[in-house]
């Protein structure tokens, strides 16, 4: 069945240190796509990252890139010189091809990232 | 900007009343979501559309229904309120495109059942 799962409720990290997030996910689609939202205290959903499954190159987005090992399952989240406004919730998610031609986008339990000054 | 609006952010409910979440969106978008948040669950999926009048469940359909008659407007419905449904609702669309897939989020509507 799909599912995401990310193990790590909470993390805290020293302001301009490197920080990485972990996501595995488990699906039997062989075409899927995998996610990182950010959440700040606001409550927005701030879309960061996207890999898809065929992609041979990791993705990156400016400081934020994605470690995706296939065979491994995993799709971690690596946020390079981590500043005080990174300080959110993070959430890893995947999507899959639903019974129809709908796409079913589902979301890890997230991780509280607390960045330290 | 794609805009998704969803029409309260805050409403309170009796247990047993019938309540309508109303989520619309402003790009055409074809795939639109339903996911309720609660703190250490992260966001579940109750419902998703891919197209008018078109639905399939996701992980977490009981106690829920939802509408579709019209591409920018997804409703969620719950048709007998009770005191667990209390959470943050949110609504997302999405298009695929060649570069992947974004999904774009309302601001959330925080669901109080008492």
């Known amino acids: 069945a799909q599912k995401i799962t990310q193990t790590q409720p909470g993390m805290f990290v020293q302001e301009k240190e490197a920080v990485t997030l972990d996501c595995t996910y488990d699906?039997?689609?062989?075409?899927?796509?995998l996610f990182w939202y950010k959440q700040p205290s606001s409550g927005e959903m701030i879309f960061l990252i996207y890999?898809?499954?065929?992609?041979?190159q990791n993705a990156t987005e400016g400081r934020y890139s994605l470690n995706f090992q296939k065979a491994r399952k995993s799709a971690n989240l690596v946020i390079s010189a981590s500043q005080l406004g990174d300080s959110a919730m993070y959430f890893c998610?995947?999507?899959?091809?639903?019974?129809?031609?709908?796409?079913?986008?589902?979301f890890g339990s997230g991780t509280r990232l607390s960045i330290r000054p | 900007d794609v805009k998704v609006t969803q029409s309260s952010r805050y409403l309170v409910k009796r247990t047993g009343e019938k309540v309508f979440l109303e989520c619309v969106q402003d790009?055409?978008?074809?795939?639109m979501f339903w996911y309720r948040q609660d703190p250490g669950l992260g966001l579940r999926l109750i419902y998703f559309s891919y197209d008018v009048k078109m639905k399939e469940k996701g992980d977490i359909p009981e106690g829920y229904s939802v509408s579709r008659e019209k591409k920018e407007r997804f409703s969620l419905i719950l048709e007998s309120a009770s005191t667990n449904q209390t959470s943050m609702y949110l609504c997302?669309?999405?298009?695929?495109?060649?570069?992947?897939?974004?999904?774009?989020f309302g601001s959330g509507t925080q669901l109080s059942v008492l």
């Open positions: 790009m055409d978008h074809e795939n």
């Open positions: 699906t039997s689609d062989p075409s899927y796509g």
């Open positions: 890999q898809g499954s065929y992609d041979q």
């Open positions: 998610a995947m999507r899959e091809q639903g019974y129809s031609s709908a796409s079913k986008i589902i």
């Open positions: 997302a669309s999405s298009w695929p495109t060649i570069s992947g897939e974004k999904l774009f």
